[in-house]
């Protein structure tokens, strides 16, 4: 028995020593670190430590507490266990939480205070009978205790991430030691049984592991335990200012390609107020387009309007007022000539957006502006051109006068042609998207021969545009159908012409 005693003080006096040490510890680093898990099972283990210390003196042999039979540290030892599983539940609540040290001190002495009354006052559940052994609710406490552990490392597990490596997997182990600790407790009938004696080595592990998880890691590596908040925190910071120099380096990256491009293409690219009050970029093409310097249009931003044409300056003032009052239903501005400094004239086409905020406000414009002078010159010479063909049209007996379309008198050829300008539409759109060569003009011009050799007028031409456009305006999107009539009236203007150059090449001009 003496044996036993000492084995169990010794035992008992190392778990209480480890729990004293954890205090110190944590108890003198509180204000260092924001994480208070570890600060809270210092307080929690230094009143274990007291239960286990009660328990010690009381246990059957010491000749302390003569007026108690082995009933009263079997209760004590059930209080202790009792605490140390359910702070161990509860201290990953204050993984990223701070508590009040000594409110928490005090609430830690009261519950201690009361279960040492309890048990000193023969109130506590009976744990223990002489002769009899362990009563069921010594029992039913330590798969309850045991229950409570394997919660716990439920808990952690989930919260690993906020734990050093090596203080999680020691933590892990010291909790299930002391399951394995409590179930075996379960079975001896004597307080210095083999069963008894098992418990407590195993208690003895398990707080050699709380040891090398608390204690030892805290003074080597203290940054691990006490100061891993800190650690953590510096580790995001280096995280922010990279991800920070990346992102500032991915802008000006993305700045300079946006500086590059409108620097480099030929339409004006602007960016201002919603009420036009104030010009915060526009492209150097500005000065090309309207022979102006940029500065201007920074300093005065409505001064491009100084420079349209009278004859079209009040429809585009009613255009932008519009846009100023929020009504952007309509993109493009009608179309409008500038005069350039020299009297040059030049034909714009503008479309503004606007740019909304998170809010869903629009807080700026967009626009761009395009020179189509070339377009329009193009599409007036092509009027030019079907004038012409009206004019020589008029010598032809069957088809040039109207008289009998081809649509009619010919609808095999007719729907032929259809078809063939159909596919020319859809090339020319593709050379215009992906800047390939279709060959579209060859073609147009093969077309407008097997018109003119059909002695086909304008009004034939007008009305295969039709028909194609028709057929390849069904079922597609709006933006693709205005696509195709745009540009289907250009190659009607363009086939007319090439069937001009037919005309007056081989058939002879009425007088």
């Not at 407590?200 to 709380?210: D, G, R, W």
């Not at 090398?212 to 691990?224: F, M, N």
């Not at 280096?238 to 380096?249: M, P, S, W």
């Not at 060859?442 to 295969?464: F, W, Y």
Request: glycine share 6%; net charge negative.
């Amino acid at each position: 028995m003496n044996t036993y005693l000492l084995f169990h003080t010794l035992s008992e006096g190392f778990s209480i020593a480890v729990a004293c040490a954890l205090f110190v510890l944590t108890w003198n680093t509180w204000k260092l670190a924001r994480n208070s898990y570890l600060q809270f099972l210092g307080i929690a283990f230094l009143f274990v430590g007291v239960l286990d210390l009660a328990h010690t003196l009381a246990y059957k042999g010491m000749g302390i507490f003569v007026a108690y039979d082995a009933n009263l540290p079997t209760q004590l030892w059930i209080a202790a266990r009792f605490v140390q599983a359910a702070s161990l539940l509860v201290a990953p609540v204050f993984v990223n939480r701070r508590v009040n040290r000594y409110a928490l001190f005090g609430l830690y002495t009261a519950i201690t205070s009361v279960l040492i009354a309890l048990a000193f006052a023969r109130i506590f559940p009976v744990c223990y009978l002489e002769g009899e052994g362990l009563t069921p609710f010594k029992v039913a406490s330590e798969y309850a205790i045991s229950a409570l552990l394997g919660v716990t490392i439920l808990h952690l597990l989930r919260q690993r991430d906020d734990f050093d490596a090596d203080v999680f997997r020691w933590m892990i182990t010291a909790i299930a030691l002391t399951i394995a600790s409590e179930l075996v407790f379960t079975f001896y009938i004597g307080v210095y049984d083999i069963f008894n004696f098992a418990g407590h080595v195993l208690k003895i592990a398990a707080f050699y592991f709380i040891y090398r998880a608390i204690v030892e890691t805290g003074l080597r590596k203290p940054y691990a335990v006490l100061f891993r908040d800190i650690q953590q925190r510096n580790d995001q910071l280096q995280r922010e200012i990279v991800e920070r120099a990346q992102a500032e380096q991915a802008l000006r990256e993305s700045e300079e390609r946006f500086r590059q491009l409108a620097e480099t293409i030929r339409e004006v690219f602007w960016i201002g107020s919603p009420d036009w009050d104030r010009i915060l970029y526009v492209s150097p093409a500005y000065a090309d387009v309207w022979g102006q310097p940029l500065q201007d249009l920074y300093d005065r931003p409505m001064s491009w309007m100084e420079h349209v044409h009278a004859a079209d300056r009040e429809e585009l003032e009613r255009a932008l007022e519009e846009k100023i009052g929020g009504d952007f239903s309509r993109a493009a501005f009608p179309e409008f000539r500038i005069v350039q400094p020299d009297g040059t004239l030049r034909w714009i086409l503008a479309r503004v957006y606007p740019i909304h905020d998170a809010a869903g406000a629009v807080y700026r414009v967009a626009g761009i502006a395009e020179d189509i002078t070339t377009r329009k010159q193009a599409e007036q010479a092509r009027e030019r051109e079907v004038t012409v063909l009206e004019h020589l049209s008029g010598a032809q007996k069957v088809g040039v006068t109207g008289a009998v379309p081809l649509r009619q008198s010919a609808p095999a050829l007719f729907d032929e042609l259809v078809e063939r300008y159909g596919e020319l539409l859809d090339e020319a759109l593709a050379q215009q998207v992906y800047r390939i060569e279709a060959g579209v003009t060859p073609a147009l011009q093969a077309v407008a021969e097997q018109l003119g050799r059909s002695q086909a007028g304008p009004r034939d031409v007008i009305d295969i545009y039709i028909a194609a456009l028709r057929r390849k305006g069904v079922g597609v999107p709006t933006p693709k159908a205005h696509a195709y009539a745009a540009e289907g009236r250009l190659m009607a203007l363009e086939l007319m012409g090439y069937l001009v150059s037919f005309y007056r090449t081989r058939a002879p001009v009425a007088a």
